[in-house]
């Protein structure tokens, strides 16, 4: 028999679930537009900024001389983005905080300034922020002067070692792997670029038998070359400029002995074959992290890194600086204050510059050592032969 009543109660379930699954569908829609929208609107049109809303910390980014729109400028963006999806992706950021990597012009606030300008344009930025704050880190900074007066400027800090730690590999390099050779030097006493070389050069070899030619009045190379030859030295390092090198070179070519120069190497000729030097950057161009690095940069940014070398060192001063504000926050309630960023600078936990884990020193505000490469010129191209580990020395900034 038809029952009318369990005829209508079987209706009713179903005619139920059709109008739920509708108004799920209409609210699905929905949330999906509305969704969609918030992600093609620009943040400030939702009138939401991470730093003003107090959550984010603003660092101060100056761009590479050749300006954002630059390998370089790109390569430091990929690093400095790289570093922000890491911290992201922590539940409470450092502290409670994201770091906001901003322009010159929204420096107000800001708890630090990275600075990708070499040379005198750097230099300006560490006298107008070394002395009163806030933090000043240069991603370069080999001819940086960090003191004044022999003391450390309080807010001044660079990721490389002072220019002088080029002399300091050669002669560690000297000391170890040409023991009980007889070398000497010839250098201009007035040459100021060359002098905290010479310093680092002579501090490493004190005890071994190097003998000092100096450029000066009424002394020629000629002469001096020829006082080296009567001493019979093994081999002969060079102070001296790019065209009084390349004579030297030459001379040293002729008597077989080794040939050692402390130019940087955009100077040296590629013709001066079997000339040895050093350079702390090297590590970061022929470096076994690179690849991986690189790959974790294209996962967050889709394009490829153009100079890896520079997003490297744009992640490694990220990472000084987060580590820093770390540090500073657990220890304060201020946020970002000029005194806690300071001390976490100087005190900080270690931090990666590709395949070099890093660790801060407070006597120098640079890392207290680091990786300096020792090449030969091999039919035109450098040659790795080996890597040095120099600490930092005030002693071996530049001189002005």
Same mark, same amino acid.
């Given at each position: 028999?038809?029952?009318?009543?369990?005829?209508?109660?079987?209706k009713?379930?179903?005619?139920?679930?059709?109008?739920?699954? @509708?108004?799920?569908?209409?609210? %699905?829609?929905? +949330?999906?537009?509305f969704l969609?929208?918030?992600?093609?609107?620009?943040? @400030?049109? &939702?009138?939401?900024?991470?730093?003003?809303?107090?959550?984010a910390?603003?660092?101060?980014?100056?761009?590479?001389?050749?300006?954002?729109?630059?390998?370089?400028?790109r390569?430091?963006?990929?690093?400095?983005?790289?570093?922000?999806?890491?911290?992201s992706?922590?539940?409470?950021?450092?502290?409670?905080?994201?770091?906001?990597? $901003?322009?010159?012009?929204?420096?107000?606030?800001?708890?630090?300034?990275?600075?990708?300008?070499?040379?005198r344009?750097?230099?300006?930025?560490?006298?107008?922020?070394? !002395?009163?704050?806030? $933090?000043?880190?240069?991603?370069?900074? @080999? #001819?940086? $002067?960090?003191?004044?007066?022999?003391?450390?400027?309080?807010?001044?800090?660079?990721?490389?070692?002072?220019?002088? /730690?080029?002399?300091?590999?050669?002669?560690?390099? =000297?000391?170890?792997?040409?023991?009980?050779?007889?070398?000497?030097?010839?250098?201009?006493?007035? #040459?100021?670029?060359?002098?905290?070389?010479?310093?680092?050069?002579?501090?490493e070899?004190?005890?071994?038998?190097?003998?000092?030619?100096?450029?000066?009045s009424?002394?020629?190379?000629?002469?001096?070359?020829a006082?080296?030859?009567?001493?019979?030295?093994?081999?002969?390092?060079?102070?001296?400029?790019?065209?009084?090198?390349?004579?030297?070179?030459?001379? /040293?070519?002729?008597?077989?002995?080794?040939?050692?120069? %402390?130019?940087?190497?955009?100077?040296?000729?590629? *013709?001066?074959?079997? !000339?040895?030097?050093?350079?702390?950057?090297?590590?970061?161009?022929?470096?076994?992290s690179?690849?991986?690095?690189?790959t974790?940069?294209?996962?967050?940014?889709?394009? %490829?890194?153009? &100079?890896?070398?520079?997003?490297?060192?744009?992640?490694?001063?990220?990472?000084?600086?987060?580590?820093?504000?770390?540090?500073?926050l657990?220890?304060?309630?201020?946020?970002?204050?000029?005194?806690?960023?300071?001390?976490?600078?100087?005190?900080?936990?270690?931090? %990666?510059?590709?395949?070099?884990?890093?660790?801060?020193?407070?006597?120098?505000h640079?890392? &207290?050592?680091r990786?300096?490469? =020792? +090449?030969? *010129?091999?039919e035109?191209?450098?040659?790795?032969?080996?890597?040095? &580990? =120099?600490?930092?020395?005030?002693?071996?900034?530049?001189?002005?």
């Amino acid at each position: 028999m038809y029952d009318e009543g369990t005829k209508g109660s079987s209706k009713l379930p179903f005619y139920t679930n059709i109008v739920f699954l @509708e108004s799920m569908k209409f609210i %699905a829609a929905f +949330l999906a537009f509305f969704l969609a929208v918030l992600l093609v609107l620009p943040s @400030e049109a &939702r009138g939401y900024d991470p730093v003003k809303e107090g959550w984010a910390l603003p660092v101060v980014v100056i761009p590479p001389q050749k300006g954002w729109d630059s390998p370089e400028g790109r390569s430091v963006k990929s690093g400095l983005m790289a570093y922000e999806a890491e911290v992201s992706r922590i539940r409470w950021g450092i502290g409670g905080y994201d770091i906001a990597f $901003v322009g010159e012009d929204s420096a107000e606030g800001a708890i630090a300034f990275l600075s990708f300008v070499e040379g005198r344009e750097g230099m300006k930025q560490v006298e107008a922020l070394g !002395t009163a704050g806030p $933090v000043v880190l240069s991603a370069f900074g @080999e #001819d940086l $002067v960090l003191q004044r007066d022999g003391r450390v400027l309080p807010y001044a800090f660079a990721l490389d070692l002072p220019r002088g /730690c080029v002399g300091a590999a050669l002669g560690r390099h =000297i000391r170890f792997g040409h023991a009980g050779k007889y070398f000497a030097f010839m250098a201009d006493p007035i #040459d100021r670029y060359m002098r905290p070389k010479i310093r680092g050069f002579t501090d490493e070899t004190k005890s071994l038998k190097v003998s000092a030619f100096w450029l000066q009045s009424g002394v020629s190379m000629e002469s001096a070359f020829a006082e080296m030859k009567k001493l019979k030295v093994d081999g002969v390092v060079s102070f001296l400029g790019a065209t009084n090198t390349q004579y030297l070179w030459a001379k /040293c070519r002729k008597e077989n002995l080794v040939f050692f120069s %402390a130019l940087p190497l955009w100077a040296l000729s590629p *013709l001066l074959e079997g !000339t040895v030097t050093a350079d702390q950057g090297w590590p970061l161009k022929e470096n076994s992290s690179v690849r991986s690095f690189t790959t974790k940069v294209f996962d967050v940014t889709r394009e %490829a890194v153009e &100079r890896p070398e520079w997003a490297l060192r744009a992640y490694a001063a990220a990472s000084w600086i987060g580590n820093a504000l770390k540090y500073s926050l657990e220890r304060e309630d201020q946020p970002g204050s000029k005194e806690g960023m300071r001390q976490g600078m100087e005190r900080a936990s270690p931090f %990666a510059l590709g395949s070099q884990v890093l660790l801060p020193d407070a006597a120098t505000h640079r890392p &207290r050592e680091r990786k300096v490469a =020792i +090449l030969k *010129l091999q039919e035109g191209k450098f040659v790795l032969a080996e890597e040095l &580990r =120099i600490p930092s020395r005030l002693e071996l900034e530049p001189v002005f």
